[in-house]
């Protein structure tokens, strides 16, 4: 779940002296400022890290608090769509219209990720403008596609992906409902509530989850049937202000390191899960395995992150040639965007260095248990 395109073009504004300071204070890789951040944000309990390493526990602060997991929850949809894939209700070469995954798709509010997972696509993969349901998921966790993990919360069933939350035995994880449909909400109440844009901020601030999320759901399975013109959909970006993606940030599902270090956990050790299951879901989980370099050391690996304007959060596992296991769950809301940006830059250079070095996991180890 990238930051808004138009919001990243914002920054194009910036100019003189002022964007050679930004740039150069966010272009500097310093994995060690997350450790830097984790110190600064912990006491308002905004910031969360587990790390696990060959099954003992090293790092834990704020683990058990919940918050907003960006893309990252995606996983969860992964891991039903292979769980579904392996009992048969499914089946994952099932054609499905690359104009059907439009409907769920508003431009300018996913960094470009759909247009670049379909971009990726080679003849191989797609014919006649369609793609299989196994791309389709892919796509949602090596690209982010939004809009691919709208149609296949549809296809899967809301009810069984938030029941699997159950199975796996979550304590803390909210109910999963379609992202793209709520950012239709703004403009279905300035619509059909005559709600003003002066009181749009409150409307939606003061809405129960509850009600937000059946909105959300409602307003998905409308698309499926009749899909938002490019006009309506122009429209419905330009009533995305920061205030109302705040909105949006803050509501997306949530859950706690803790919960998300328990999945890690299964999909590293592989044995929760039946080898039927990992035969789809290890494709799609551990895409970065089909660079040669990680195949060198890296016996297998998987990870998903997200982002919005004010929060980024990561989850992976990893287990190296040598045997040695790593989980690793990071979550970090109510960030500056000075801060998104540096977290951006530097939080893969923190991991690879937590997986590869020694030293640095001490040094990690011991800075965050003060």
């Known amino acids: 779940m990238k930051i808004f395109l138009w919001v990243l073009l914002a920054l194009g504004i910036v100019s003189g002296i002022g964007f050679w300071l930004f740039h150069n204070l966010v272009g500097k890789e310093n994995p060690e400022y997350i450790l ?28 058990n608090s919940e918050l907003p997991l960006a893309s990252t929850m995606k996983i969860v949809v992964a891991i039903e769509f292979s769980r579904q894939a392996a009992e048969g209700k499914l089946d994952p ?10 409907h769920f798709y508003i431009p300018n509010t996913d960094g470009e990720a759909h247009p670049a997972w379909i971009k990726s696509l080679d003849a191989s993969k797609k014919s006649d403008s369609a793609v299989s349901l196994y791309e389709v998921a892919k796509g949602m966790i090596g690209y982010s596609s939004n809009a691919n993990t709208d149609y296949l919360m549809d296809v899967l069933g809301l009810e069984n992906i938030n029941n699997l939350l159950n199975d796996l035995e979550l304590t803390t994880h909210d109910p999963l409902y379609p992202i793209v449909g709520a950012l239709y909400i703004p403009l279905q109440l300035l619509h059909e509530e005559q709600v003003t844009k002066d009181f749009l901020l409150d409307e939606l601030q003061g809405m129960e989850m509850n009600e937000y999320r059946e909105r959300a759901i409602t307003i998905s399975k409308e698309w499926k049937a009749n899909p938002l013109s490019s006009e309506k959909k122009e429209e419905m970006v330009k009533n995305l202000g920061m205030d109302i993606q705040r909105v949006w940030s803050d509501r997306l599902p949530g859950s706690s390191a803790n919960d998300y270090m328990v999945i890690m956990e299964k999909l590293n050790n592989k044995e929760y899960f039946s080898e039927d299951v990992h035969r789809y879901l290890d494709p799609i989980m551990e895409q970065l395995m089909e660079n040669s370099a990680n195949q060198q050391w890296l016996e297998h690996a998987g990870q998903k992150g997200g982002s919005t304007a004010f929060v980024l959060t990561m989850a992976m596992y990893a287990t190296d040639k040598q045997g040695n296991k790593t989980e690793m769950v990071f979550l970090a809301d109510d960030l500056s965007r000075l801060q998104q940006q540096k977290l951006s830059r530097n939080i893969n250079s923190f991991q690879l260095r937590i997986l590869r070095e020694e030293a640095f996991r001490e040094k990690v180890k011991e800075e965050l248990a003060n």
């Open 36 to 63: 830097k951040l984790m110190d600064e944000k912990a006491k308002d309990g905004k910031i969360a890290m587990a790390i696990n390493f060959n099954d003992e526990n090293m790092v834990s602060v704020n683990a």
């Open 93 to 102: 070469n099932q054609e499905v219209s690359l104009r059907e995954l439009e």
